[in-house]
């Protein structure tokens, strides 16, 4: 068997930087061990994109319909706990990129308990599509961190992933750096192009957090006009 450049650099890595869970601190080589992402909770309750009421199913409320293009929003835990924005901090700003697995097997553990009550957020085998990062931000990190979960998921799950389905046109500020929801509907808005037509097409949308939701309903109003179908998103985080 050869040893590959870069598996035998990651081999040297894992000595001089032993790995430790994020959250606990014990050197268990990975960024999050078993049991801290077990005491992790789920969310039981679906939100609506728009006004963020409970709704059921996580589908848009009939008020909200005419704003938001996001058909059904789908968040594995609320934002608020601070061991999934340890999480998230260490993936978007940290670059530890193998954080994906953990934030995967959170997702994962999600989606069989919807299952278990009766949601399928993979009921009419979707595409699975990335919320695409800016070139300039991703040269910036070195990976897209919706991508690296949008695979992960895609293979867990056998479903088709196409991260180049959305490309971002132009870079405008990260939604994180505005305050007001107006602005940053304003922002995200003719911040994305669908590259091919998807008539008919059921498209499940992969982020990591859902704050204002402009981003995903930006996205999500671009592939109808392309002619999907559905269009739903399932995030690890609700914000
Ligand atoms: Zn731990
Ligand atoms: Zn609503």
Request: aromatic fraction near 8%; charge should be positive; charged fraction near 20%.
């Amino acid at each position: 068997m050869s040893v590959t450049y870069p598996h035998l650099l990651s081999w040297l890595a894992d000595i001089i930087f032993p790995k430790r869970c994020l959250l606990c601190r014990e050197y268990v080589n990975a960024y999050a061990c078993t049991s801290c992402l077990n005491t992790i909770d789920l969310k039981g309750s679906f939100s609506c994109i728009g006004c963020g009421l409970q709704v059921s199913a996580g589908r848009t409320c009939p008020f909200c319909k005419e704003e938001c293009s996001v058909d059904q929003l789908f968040a594995a835990t609320e934002f608020k706990n601070k061991d999934i924005q340890a999480l998230i901090k260490a993936f978007k700003y940290q670059f530890i990129s193998e954080v994906s697995s953990s934030l995967v097997v959170i997702m994962a553990k999600y989606i069989k308990q919807l299952a278990r009550r009766g949601y399928l957020p993979f009921g009419q085998s979707p595409l699975l599509v990335p919320v695409p990062l800016h070139s300039y931000r991703l040269n910036w990190r070195g990976f897209n961190q919706s991508e690296l979960i949008a695979e992960e998921l895609g293979n867990l799950y056998q479903l088709q992933t196409e991260p180049g389905l959305l490309i971002r046109s132009a870079h405008k500020a990260a939604q994180v750096e505005i305050e007001s929801h107006e602005e940053r509907k304003k922002n995200s808005e003719g911040q994305f192009v669908c590259t091919r037509d998807i008539k008919g097409q059921a498209i499940l949308l992969i982020d990591d957090v859902c704050t204002s939701g402009a981003t995903l309903n930006e996205c999500a109003r671009i592939l109808k006009l392309k002619g999907a179908s559905y269009v739903g998103a399932l995030v690890i985080a609700k914000g």
